[in-house]
């Protein structure tokens, strides 16, 4: 690890979704996992338990200080189910842990990461792939559903990036003071 890459904190950063979760682990500026847990195929009063067993299992590989997310409304809408309940969740591990918790809107994530907050998904991933290179390979598929899937992959990075931004601490040459 970089000698400036010890003062920042390991990011665990999740675009959370009961149907797919996108996530993503930033250790420093190294990208170090990102990937989508699908939830499809676990039945619906599973799903929570599975999303716990799973972020567990995170919190033992990288040992995040920070879980960062995007902004869930506390209101459930016809559309999003059980999304609220999934927000609690995280908030009560994040607490448990001890972790730093924030989150962010996503059109403010899209501002901070591709400079426009209206921009779409596949901005946003083409931006993404310009900083990660090895993430072009889930940038365009042959279905729209592959698409929408790695899409949660990359706001999930999104996420951490604009995080990172957020909290980055001055350089030498801009000391504040």
Do not use: C
């Not at 995170?58 to 927000?87: C, M, N, S, Y």
């Not at 899209?110 to 290179?133: H, L």
């Not at 909290?167 to 504040?176: A, G, N, V």
Request: glycine letters at 8%; zero cysteines.
């Amino acid at each position: 690890m970089a000698k400036s890459d010890k003062k920042l904190d390991t990011i665990l950063a999740l675009d959370p979704g009961l149907r797919d979760l996108g996530y993503a682990v930033l250790a420093g500026r190294r990208l170090v996992d990102a990937n989508v847990l699908s939830l499809r195929s676990v039945p619906r009063g599973r799903r929570l338990g599975r999303v716990q067993e799973f972020l567990l299992t995170q919190f033992r590989a990288h040992r995040p200080r920070t879980l960062v997310l995007e902004h869930i409304p506390k209101r459930p809408l016809d559309t999003l189910g059980g999304l609220p309940a999934l927000g609690r969740l995280l908030g009560r591990l994040a607490r448990k842990r001890r972790l730093k918790l924030a989150t962010y809107s996503a059109r403010t994530v899209r501002g901070s990461v591709v400079g426009d907050g209206w921009a779409g998904k596949r901005e946003v991933a083409q931006s993404i792939v310009g900083k990660f290179p090895h993430l072009r390979v889930h940038l365009t598929h042959d279905r729209k559903w592959k698409e929408r899937h790695w899409q949660n992959m990359f706001d999930a990075v999104a996420l951490a990036l604009h995080h990172r931004a957020v909290i980055k601490p001055p350089s030498r040459s801009r000391k504040s003071g």
